[in-house]
């Protein structure tokens, strides 16, 4: 039990660089690590089976949630191996609405790139004999359905063969692969940017808020804002100025 923190995942929930991804995983761990019975539970069976029940009811809806279940099967630690067997299925196939109706969009806004002006295409219309409205309403009807089946079935195959590779090492960072491979996935990178934006939980940005009483007490207290702000601001990357060193 000891052990949960460094042994669990990495990075630590509570770590500045944690991201919603890892909520899951946690979970998952720690769920099958209490539910495992060894020779060092004598006395402390009631205290792991009231942990368990508290950690089933608090997390009971995580992955039903699109923030944690699609962030998890977009970070190439985890991917789809750390769900229960019966919400695996249903986080990859919400993950493949979101990139269809994102191809969607995405071929919608090439062809109003590339499309000409109203006046212009009823300039032509009018002086071709060949065609008629109703030819180019067909024209139309067939050409952008296909564009967007197309961008579809690419992002599906994206998806598939993202999957279907090995997961990465648990110390790799999740934003560095997607900056390697943003080439190979580019549909699902745009996927990834959006929801391992996010952080693991609210402790950095409390530990931030705490940071100011260090910053403006008695001694300080005629900094302006925009001092202390800097201030606060090297202070939070002082760990990262020196690990660039």
């Not at 229960?84 to 995405?106: G, I, V, Y």
């Not at 212009?120 to 089946?149: C, G, M, N, R, Y």
């Not at 910053?215 to 100025?241: G, M, Q, V, Y």
Request: proline share 6%; net charge negative; with cysteine.
């Amino acid at each position: 039990m000891g052990s949960y923190g460094d042994d669990c995942c990495h990075p630590r929930p509570s770590s500045y660089d944690a991201l919603a991804s890892d909520v899951i995983p946690a979970v998952t761990v720690l769920v099958r690590l209490l539910n495992r019975e060894t020779d060092e539970d004598h006395g402390v069976k009631t205290m792991k089976a009231t942990l368990l029940a508290a950690v089933k009811k608090r997390f009971s809806d995580v992955e039903t949630d699109p923030l944690y279940f699609i962030s998890t099967i977009l970070d190439p630690r985890y991917k789809d191996r750390f769900f229960s067997n019966n919400t695996a299925p249903e986080a990859k196939l919400h993950l493949k609405q979101e990139l269809q109706m994102m191809s969607r969009a995405e071929a919608e806004g090439s062809r109003a790139e590339a499309a000409e002006p109203p006046a212009k295409l009823f300039l032509k219309a009018q002086a071709s004999t060949s065609s008629s409205l109703h030819t180019v309403f067909d024209e139309i009807a067939k050409e952008q359905p296909q564009a967007a089946q197309s961008l579809a079935a690419g992002a599906a195959i994206e998806l598939d063969t993202y999957l279907g590779e090995a997961p990465s090492p648990r110390e790799d960072s999740p934003l560095k692969y997607w900056g390697v491979n943003k080439i190979r996935f580019p549909t699902l990178a745009k996927i990834a940017r959006k929801y391992l934006s996010a952080p693991c939980s609210s402790v950095e940005s409390e530990r931030l808020f705490s940071s100011v009483s260090h910053i403006i007490d008695e001694n300080r207290n005629s900094l302006t804002a925009d001092n202390a702000e800097k201030l606060l601001f090297l202070k939070t990357c002082h760990s990262l100025f020196l690990s660039i060193k």
